[in-house]
Nanobody, 115 residues
């Protein structure tokens, strides 16, 4: 059974940092491109970062230089290092991957940035 389990969210002050993790089981992890999305209240889910199975990365322009995506193919874990956080980064962060015919999602981890 496929499972994606995010962790590492929390409440931080502006300028703070977190490491989000996504533990994946039930698939051959190294064979998949992986994604981080986020969703703030009242908005659509939005792609934040991706990493291909070969390690090529994409990061959304608005978080470039602050967010870093990485993966550990031995531990079957996806990471998102989020630094210099801003109030507008407040959202639920989800990891996902696509395997035809559908996307697979975790349950999300809440990141709240507030003074």
């Amino acid at each position: 059974q496929v499972q994606l389990v995010e962790s590492g969210g929390g409440l931080v002050h502006p300028g703070g940092s977190l490491r989000l993790s996504c533990a994946v089981s039930g698939i051959t992890f190294a064979d998949h491109d992986l994604n981080w999305y986020r969703q703030a209240p009242g908005t659509e889910r939005d792609l934040v970062a991706s990493i291909s199975k070969s390690g090529f990365t994409y990061v959304k322009d608005s978080v470039k230089g602050r967010f870093t995506v990485s993966r550990d193919d031995v531990k079957n874990t996806l990471f998102l290092d989020v630094n210099n956080l801003r109030p507008e980064d407040t959202a639920v962060y989800y990891c996902s991957y696509y395997q035809p015919p559908r996307d697979y999602w975790g349950q999300g981890t809440q990141v709240t940035v507030s003074s």
